[in-house]
């Protein structure tokens, strides 16, 4: 509980509704408190689990020893690589971890400890007689204290066996590495032999493929009678044949060509030799011996003709004759030129009719012998097809044969190269000269302790929130959310306030703790709001024997002590108390005025006036419950209730109702709405924060005027407010004593 006084709060008026929600974290003070209350348990059970992890420790010592032998396992990258080439493949390390834990799981299946629990090193062992030869049991203990595991940044497996004995930890450990990597070597090199096996087949499959293709080569070569069907590789190459074909049609072509000109020729030459004579026919005939000698004459009698015209004259005989002789001449030369022309074009003629009888015998000579060739190249084609065909087919058997011959010679190279496997021994696990972590008494004793130390705190923070009472003003503070008016400590710790009534501390004990206690609730009462405003109080609490009545009655002598004229009304209808704590006065002339009550006022039976008596206490006044009514609620919440406080009002500065509780009957929700102000009464020692919540949520829906509550029976605890008030209001007190001289 935090120390220091309650602070005065104003008036709390709050609507109707859910309470917010209440805060469940400590503060450090607390914690340390709730820690001083339980220390000697915490003490206890952390010297409790001091011995118990000594005694642990000491007893797997004695009759639990336990030793773990470890060697490791180098697991090479899992790719199949080329021993024909230098250079290594790089893997992802993810693909790297995964094959490595794959291995790791090889080595602890039940397979591979069944096998291990068959070796003869193994059934010498201690540890297997332990198992009375129950290999099931065997297998089990193995599976549990046998590891493999799998490094992540490494390409190393660890495998590990623990048992009470170091030296067959080791043997088991090296059993094991023994038979794995002895079953792994035989497993990859019989793999290796069943391809080799299957590779040799195949070998000889296609070796007898390849022996038919090059009979198939030799077949065609015979059927066909060519030799030369292969093609030089890296160069064009023609067969004579295609040669000789290929020259035919040059040779067809052209002949061809040759005889459509000559035709075209020779029907130029028939359209010649009946028309004129052209320039080249004209032209063979100036070439003519006759001719010749013609134009020859001519020219000389025209050079005659020249030079004796100049002399003689037009008219002489000589002119004349010469004019006659030209004449002649010319006349022959038309005659031998007509006579040429025509033999000339006739024998043109003939020529060609001649020439192309020739070539078309030429060309039929020529297709005779194409022909020929071309059925030779038919026959070279088809014979080329099947043997390119047959060629291919050899070529890719020696290929494939060559391919093969490589994988043999590679596989007999993996068969014996130790790597083949993909797992190698590092060594040999050397027997542990030391017992296992777990074993070593600097972790029992420390983690003993510690243990017991947390057992301790936690067992003291389970007994106090296991505990759901509203105890202190921390718990009013972080579950109520009402102000806190005062603490009225428990009677049993006040010396002063033990054998005194609890409903009379104040007077009967003015110098004690619980009386001050009342003084301070007073005190912060007024600060609530002004003497107008907070006339008519109500004292209530959730359930019944929470302390309401003690409250009522002590805090109406706190008012009565400030010279205040004060009212204290029992409303409390089942179970009355106050004419118990203020009993009535005997007077023998009016005995049956004092059987009135607020029973009753309410029913009229007699005025407010009537009702109220004296409690003994000067200013104080009773008005006890009366007879009790078969209608409590309706009553108290009647308009004669209303008067009875409006008149009360004016004659009494404050006017303290008593009243019923709220959890067990309606009355109170009833008088709350009449009152000025509502106070709670919270009992440290029997109200749980669910009652206490339920209570304020109760009045908060009626739209009560709840101005605070009062913690009732607080006890003093390590840590808390009371203990420390205790001893000062105690020195306190002692001091002022001293003072006054009152012994």
């Avoid at 400590?489 to 104040?506: F, I, K, T, W």
Wanted: charged fraction near 25%.
């Amino acid at each position: 509980m935090p120390e220091g006084r309650p602070a005065a709060s104003n008036r709390m008026v709050r609507p109707a509704g859910p309470s917010p929600p209440a805060t469940s974290s400590m503060t450090p003070r607390e914690v340390f408190g709730i820690i001083c209350r339980h220390i000697f348990l915490i003490v206890f059970l952390t010297l409790l689990g001091l011995g118990a992890g000594g005694g642990t420790w000491k007893l797997l010592q004695i009759k639990f020893p336990r030793y773990t032998a470890k060697t490791y396992i180098q697991v090479l990258p899992p790719v199949e690589t080329d021993p024909m080439t230098i250079g290594t493949i790089q893997l992802q390390r993810d693909v790297l971890y995964g094959y490595r834990q794959s291995i790791a799981n090889l080595i602890k299946q039940q397979s591979t400890m069944e096998d291990l629990i068959k070796r003869d090193n193994v059934k010498e062992t201690k540890w297997f007689a332990r198992s009375r030869g129950d290999r099931r049991k065997a297998v089990k203990y193995l599976k549990k204290h046998f590891g493999a595991y799998a490094h992540r940044d490494s390409e190393f497996v660890e495998i590990s066996m623990s048992c009470r004995a170091a030296r067959e930890a080791a043997d088991i450990v090296n059993e094991m590495l023994g038979l794995f990597l002895a079953g792994r070597k035989a497993s990859e090199q019989g793999e290796i032999s069943n391809r080799l096996t299957q590779l040799e087949q195949r070998r000889r499959d296609v070796q007898t493929e390849l022996d038919a293709a090059d009979k198939g080569l030799d077949d065609v070569r015979a059927a066909y009678d060519l030799t030369d069907l292969e093609r030089p590789a890296g160069r064009y190459f023609q067969h004579t044949i295609t040669i000789k074909l290929n020259n035919l049609e040059v040779q067809k072509d052209e002949l061809d060509l040759a005889i459509k000109q000559l035709r075209a020729d020779i029907g130029n030459l028939q359209e010649l030799a009946t028309g004129p004579i052209t320039e080249q026919v004209e032209f063979a005939v100036e070439q003519d011996s006759v001719m010749t000698t013609l134009a020859q004459q001519l020219v000389f009698q025209e050079a005659e003709l020249s030079s004796r015209l100049s002399k003689f004259g037009e008219n002489h005989r000589d002119i004349r004759s010469l004019r006659e002789s030209i004449s002649k001449i010319e006349k022959r030369r038309e005659l031998r030129k007509v006579e040429i022309g025509e033999q000339i074009r006739i024998a043109n003629l003939e020529n060609a009719r001649d020439s192309l009888i020739v070539l078309q015998e030429r060309f039929e000579q020529l297709e005779a012998r194409r022909e020929e060739a071309e059925a030779k190249k038919k026959q070279l084609d088809i014979a080329r097809v099947q043997y390119d065909k047959g060629l291919k087919i050899r070529d890719e058997r020696l290929a494939m044969l060559d391919s093969i011959k490589q994988q043999i010679e590679k596989l007999k190279i993996m068969h014996d190269d130790p790597k083949t496997p993909k797992v190698l021994a590092v060594g040999q696990a050397p027997p542990p000269l030391e017992m296992v972590f777990s074993r070593q008494w600097w972790l029992w004793f420390p983690s003993g302790t510690m243990l017991g130390l947390l057992l301790g705190v936690g067992l003291a923070f389970l007994v106090e929130l296991a505990n759901d009472l509203v105890r202190t003003p921390s718990d009013v503070a972080r579950y109520l959310r009402v102000p806190l008016l005062g603490i009225i400590p428990d009677a049993s710790e006040d010396r002063q306030a033990r054998r005194v009534e609890l409903c009379h501390a104040v007077r009967q004990a003015p110098y004690s703790v619980v009386s001050e206690s009342y003084r301070q609730c007073r005190t912060n009462l007024k600060l609530c709001g002004s003497a107008e405003s907070m006339k008519t109080l109500l004292i209530s609490s959730g359930m019944t024997g929470d302390g309401k009545t003690s409250v009522a009655a002590n805090l109406a002598a706190t008012f009565v002590a400030t010279d205040k004229k004060v009212l204290l009304i029992d409303a409390n209808f089942r179970k009355p108390n106050l004419h118990t704590l203020f009993p009535k006065a005997q007077i023998d002339d009016s005995t049956d005025r004092f059987d009135f009550g607020l029973s009753s006022v309410l029913t009229h039976q007699c005025a407010s006036g009537e009702a109220a008596r004296s409690s003994g206490i000067e200013g104080l006044s009773i008005i006890d419950c009366g007879p009790p009514p078969t209608n409590p609620a309706e009553l108290l919440g009647s308009d004669r209730m209303k008067t009875l406080l409006a008149e009360q009002s004016k004659n009494y500065d404050y006017i303290i109702i008593d009243g019923p509780p709220v959890l067990l009957v309606s009355d109170a929700k009833v008088l709350a709405r009449l009152v000025d102000a509502t106070v709670l009464v919270i009992n440290a020692a029997e109200t749980s924060r669910g009652a206490a919540q339920r209570t304020i949520r109760e009045l908060k829906e009626v739209n009560a005027k709840i101005v605070g509550c009062v913690l009732f029976a607080a006890r003093s605890i390590k840590g808390g407010y009371f203990q420390e008030q205790f001893s000062s209001y105690r020195k306190y007190q002692k001091k002022a004593k001293l003072a006054t001289g009152i012994a």
